[in-house]
């Protein structure tokens, strides 16, 4: 099974739509996890951070199921320029230096 | 505006060439990485410094050098390359405190062709 593993996409939707992703880690130890954007060409950039409490920023939901180890990202009135790449990121463990990467999915905000 | 400066941009060289990436972080950050992307792929973790010393070499070949002057400088020499490293290097800095919510901050790359 791979460590962290993501709908393989791509999401094409329209404007105004909300998208959910998905992602699923295999080591229960981790203890940090995030959602970073990536846009072509670019660097990725931290989104947000996951907490078990789910938290929100905006129209970005986030939720952590530590018992499935599941972790989904929620958006909300999608805006053509959220077309970016999602990428899931999971720490190796309390005090871990090692974040390891989701394939991540696409998504196309189309007009 | 990403707070962590990698130079050069883009670099070409050829397989019997040196060459060095250089990062720098003026956020006091005491951990900083170097991930490489392949067109399509999630970054992938290559080296770890942390205070200043290195702490994780995921074992990479050793024509990729890395090297951590002092707490805000990473660099990456490169000798003898093969086409096939040919990537986006990413450097990257976290505060380095071993909290449980270590975030990355990524500078913007070097697309590195070799020939």
């Known amino acids: 099974r791979k460590e962290v593993e993501q709908d393989p996409g791509p999401f094409n939707v329209p404007e105004g739509a909300t998208v959910a992703f998905n992602c699923t880690y295999s080591?229960?130890?981790?203890?940090?996890f995030f959602w970073y954007r990536q846009d072509c060409r670019k660097e990725p950039k931290l989104l947000m951070s996951?907490?078990?409490s789910g938290n929100e920023d905006g129209r970005f939901t986030a939720q952590l199921n530590r018992a499935s180890q599941y972790i989904s990202l929620l958006i909300r009135d999608s805006k053509l320029s959220d077309s970016a790449t999602y990428l899931c990121v999971v720490n190796g463990g309390a005090g871990s230096y090692q974040l390891t990467f989701g394939k991540g999915t696409k998504l196309s905000v189309i007009p | 505006d990403t707070e962590v400066t990698q130079t050069p941009k883009h670099l070409v060289m050829g397989m019997t060439n040196k060459k060095s990436l250089k990062c720098e972080q003026h956020m006091g950050h005491r951990a900083m990485y170097w991930y490489k992307q392949k067109a399509k792929k999630p970054p992938e973790l290559m080296f770890v410094?942390?205070?200043?010393?290195?702490?994780i070499n995921e074992s990479v070949p050793s024509r990729f050098s890395p090297e951590c002057p002092n707490s805000s400088l990473l660099n990456l020499h490169l000798h003898a390359l093969q086409p096939e490293d040919s990537a986006l290097y990413l450097c990257?800095?976290?505060?380095?405190?071993?909290?449980?919510?270590?975030?990355?901050?990524f500078g913007s790359g070097t697309q590195l062709s070799v020939l």
């Open positions: 990257a800095s976290s505060p380095g405190q071993g909290a449980t919510n270590e975030k990355l901050f």
């Open positions: 080591n229960s130890a981790s203890q940090s």
């Open positions: 996951v907490y078990s």
């Open positions: 410094y942390s205070y200043e010393k290195l702490s």
